[in-house]
């Protein structure tokens, strides 16, 4: 027996998520409410493949310098259509001060810190990105995707 979510309850999930918006109807008349402050969401860089029991520290860029990078909760910060999403800004992580590693994923999550947060979505990066001395790690707008299917 196949099962799933629908597009349109797919998509009123993503907005809720990442761009603080109300799912209205859901429940009662008010809906799930969007949080008081909106804050943030934390994009991370990772050099092996993330999983469903990922943390934001599996696998975590540690070259010197290296921070996760605050995407604001918002249609600012994020691009909801179509079950899809993708930041709506250039997201431009601290330059490389020590190290050399090459980052494979990217997570979007929960904790600012360098802690084992929760990550809402996870994948792999378009192309493997060298990450050395003096090189700053930048995503163009539109380049971080996340699907929900």
Known sequence: MASGIGDTSENNMMLLLFNNTDWA?????AGLQNSAAAGSLYAGLHTATLSDTSTQIS???????YSRVAVARNSAGW?????SVSNTAAVTFPAATSGSETETD?????????G???ILYWGA???SLAVSTGITPSFA?????????
Not at 59 to 65: E, P, R, V
Not at 106 to 114: C, D, H, K, R, V
């Open 79 to 83: 691009t909801v259509s179509a079950n």
């Open 59 to 65: 696998s975590q860029a540690a070259y010197g310098s």
């Open 106 to 114: 990217f997570s979007i999550g929960l904790a600012s810190g360098t």
């Open 125 to 127: 990066l378009t192309f």
């Open 141 to 149: 707008i539109g380049q971080l995707v996340a699907n929900i299917t």
């Open 25 to 29: 109807n859901f429940g009662d008349v």
């Open 116 to 118: 084992a947060g929760d």
